[in-house]
């Protein structure tokens, strides 16, 4: 028993303490931190916000207490009142009454708040608005799908800008080695020929006759027609040796170690007296105008001829590209008259190389200058003696001289601003100076002593007809299919709008191409067929020149529609082609 006394004595004792302790940490305010501790960012701002809050709903209350005040007296029966003993309710608002939507709502004034997050959503949610902003919906009209759709008409619609399309396809200039058709329709041929089909389009071909218009007793179906576009005149053709595009790398280097031409002086002069005579046959049908164009492709550089009446041009003419400035100087040792057409016009004087030479008055006139000029170093070389400079400064001055007119002669080097323009009996002596040119047939590497590549639409003394590879396959972009055709070889320019006129009047509605152009012949168009002339005659005269080319070429084996197509004298008309779409009965490209 004492044990227990003892207990709870000291129970009673310590029961205020006991109290103390327990209580008041939980009545203290879990928001508000004691005034002796470090107070956070976070807790000065909720403490702040909570304080907000509390001003604002005290205002709150006070508005309201004032308000029921205020109806109280204006009715001292309050919400009910009595008439003889009888109640009187106010009225209830009927839940089945009709929407009048010519009665204009009563406008509500909200109490002004003090700036919070309560006071900013009940200004955004304020039934009454500016005067300046109009609602939505009208007064006078229902919201109804009738009248958000008229509002819809209403409003101006920005529509996706129909890329342009035009009724012709650009001339293209350049050498493809790969092109692809694309359609969501399959095509009106396939890769499969059959006997007929193949004979007839290698007849029509060899005959240049256009076995899809006129009557003939050849096979005039698709596939034939197809097989005729993918045709090509070659010389040389060596089968063991890939000839187009010239890039020696292709070739493995077993090849270019164990080569029976480079070792064999005998086979090099055979295949060279075989080439003269292929490239001089080419040159004369294209002089008689029995030939369109014609190219001639180096390891270095590429070649392209074309017969009068080609692009509105009123001579033969010829581009080659890339040039570098021994090359350009040789030209000028042949008195072979040049332009360059993608060279600026801010060249010296005396930059013999680089200027062109546009007269052979000018190339003498140009010479004399330089002549002058060194003429006038000698006086300035002895007033340097005379100041007491050495001989050996005075050399290495000219020849940093001589080095910064070299570097300022080959910027454009190997590059398409070294592209060079011919025509007329220029483009005579540039083929005599090309087919005695021993730095066009290479003298090591895999194509040693093989002599250039003449590629031709049309037959020629020592040719052979090739074939492009074409090859078929369906091709899934995401969810669509579409059937493509691809052909590989040296396709020439003629062989893309020979394709696409024979789709058009297949009637198949779209399609697209892509080529892979030979990045070295890409200034042939960038170029503007290079002819100067042309620019300064008028439209008149031009249409002139196109309709006397198209007559004289008459026998080149084009047919109508695709002789126009290339001499057209617009040099708009010459672009460079990477992609061509056909739809809605019209071209575009890029």
């Avoid at 009225?91 to 009563?106: E, H, I, S, T, V």
């Avoid at 342009?164 to 080695?177: A, F, S």
């Avoid at 340097?384 to 080959?410: H, P, Y």
């Avoid at 090739?466 to 070889?489: A, Q, Y």
Wanted: hydrophobic fraction near 35%; include cysteine; charged fraction near 25%.
């Amino acid at each position: 028993m004492d044990t227990l006394l003892r207990i709870y004595v000291s129970v009673l004792i310590f029961l205020p303490t006991m109290t103390k302790f327990i209580l008041e940490p939980l009545m203290e305010d879990p928001v508000q931190p004691k005034t002796s501790e470090w107070k956070r960012p976070e807790q000065v701002m909720q403490l702040h916000r909570l304080k907000m809050k509390k001003r604002a709903l005290q205002a709150r209350i006070n508005k309201t207490s004032i308000g029921n005040a205020s109806s109280s007296s204006s009715n001292p029966f309050g919400n009910s009142s009595s008439l003889n003993g009888t109640s009187i309710s106010q009225k209830r608002k009927n839940p089945f009454a009709k929407y009048d939507p010519n009665k204009k709502p009563k406008e509500v004034e909200l109490p002004e708040l003090e700036t919070s997050g309560d006071s900013v959503l009940f200004e955004l949610l304020r039934l009454k608005r500016p005067e300046n902003e109009k609602p939505l919906v009208p007064n006078n009209s229902s919201l109804s799908f009738a009248s958000i759709l008229t509002k819809l008409e209403n409003k101006e619609v920005i529509e996706p800008e129909v890329p342009k399309v035009e009724q012709y396809i650009p001339i293209d200039w350049t050498l493809n080695t790969k092109m692809r058709f694309m359609s969501p329709k399959p095509f009106p041929w396939n890769g499969k020929l059959k006997t007929s089909e193949e004979a007839s389009g290698t007849t029509g071909f060899v005959r240049c006759l256009n076995i899809g218009e006129k009557e003939t007793t050849l096979d005039t179906t698709p596939n034939a027609r197809f097989h005729q576009c993918c045709l090509v005149w070659q010389h040389p053709s060596l089968p063991w040796l890939e000839l187009f595009p010239r890039t020696a790398g292709k070739v493995s280097a077993s090849l270019a170690s164990n080569s029976v031409i480079a070792n064999s002086q005998i086979i090099k002069d055979a295949l060279y007296r075989e080439w003269s005579e292929s490239f001089r046959s080419l040159f004369h049908l294209l002089r008689a105008r029995q030939c369109p164009y014609f190219y001639v492709c180096t390891n270095t550089f590429t070649t392209l001829f074309r017969a009068a009446g080609i692009c509105g041009s009123s001579e033969i003419h010829a581009l080659l590209t890339p040039t570098t400035r021994g090359f350009r100087q040789s030209l000028k040792q042949e008195d072979i008259e040049f332009t360059m057409p993608l060279t600026k016009d801010n060249k010296r004087r005396s930059d013999v190389t680089d200027s062109g030479c546009e007269t052979l008055d000018s190339f003498k006139s140009t010479t004399l200058s330089v002549k002058e000029d060194e003429d006038e170093d000698e006086p300035e070389e002895k007033w340097l003696q005379s100041l007491g400079v050495e001989d050996s400064e005075i050399r290495k001055i000219n020849s940093s001289q001589a080095r910064m007119a070299l570097e300022k002669e080959t910027e454009v080097d190997n590059l398409k601003q070294s592209l060079i323009f011919v025509q007329g009996v220029e483009a005579q002596a540039l083929f005599n100076f090309l087919i005695n040119c021993k730095s066009a047939t290479a003298t090591t590497g895999a194509l040693a002593g093989v002599p250039p590549t003449l590629l031709s639409p049309v037959a020629f003394h020592g040719a052979t007809l090739k074939s492009l590879k074409v090859k078929e396959s369906i091709v899934r972009v995401e969810k669509d299919t579409f059937h493509s055709i691809e052909l590989r070889g040296p396709l020439l320019p003629h062989v893309l709008p020979s394709l696409c006129y024979m789709m058009k009047s297949s009637q198949l509605e779209q399609f697209s191409v892509s080529c892979a152009q030979l990045n070295a012949t890409t200034s042939f168009s960038l170029a503007n067929h290079g002819n100067g002339e042309q620019s300064e005659l008028k439209d008149a005269e031009k249409m002139q020149q196109s309709v006397f080319g198209q007559e004289n070429l008459s026998d080149c084996g084009f047919s109508e529609e695709l002789l126009s197509h290339f001499c057209h004298p617009d040099p708009k008309r010459i672009q460079n082609l990477e992609s061509l779409k056909f739809s809605n009965d019209g071209y575009n490209w890029s």
